[in-house]
């Protein structure tokens, strides 16, 4: 079964940076467009940035100019890069296929950015 797993997370200052990263547990990733996903308290989940097969990116306009998302086919690894952080963007953040997979949601890792 292809696991998904997020790390790089943690507390962080407002005006702060965080690098995630997803590594997928076999290479089928490779041929999706994969996303970065995020779920703060209380709100639907959401996607902030995704990238295809080909490395051609996009971003919700909430975190354009400030995160860059990048993908390493020869790792199976998935990065966001997360400059200039604010405290709206506190949330658990996942990583899945873009459209999403039910079966391929993990635990995310939490990003929390203080005041």
């Known amino acids: 079964q292809v696991q998904l797993v997020e790390s790089g997370g943690g507390l962080v200052q407002f005006g702060g940076s965080l690098r995630l990263s997803c590594v997928a547990s076999?290479?089928?990733?490779?041929?999706?467009?994969m996303g970065w996903y995020r779920q703060a308290p209380g709100k639907q989940r959401e996607l902030v940035a995704r990238?295809?097969?080909?490395?051609?990116?996009s971003y919700a306009d909430s975190v354009k100019g400030r995160f860059t998302i990048s993908r390493d086919n020869a790792k199976n690894t998935v990065y966001l890069q997360m400059n200039s952080l604010k405290p709206e963007d506190t949330a658990v953040y996942y990583c899945?296929?873009?459209?999403?997979?039910?079966?391929?949601w993990g635990q995310g890792t939490q990003v929390t950015v203080s005041s």
């Open positions: 899945n296929t873009d459209p999403p997979e039910t079966v391929f």
């Open positions: 076999r290479s089928f990733f490779r041929v999706y467009v």
């Open positions: 990238v295809s097969s080909g490395g051609t990116t």
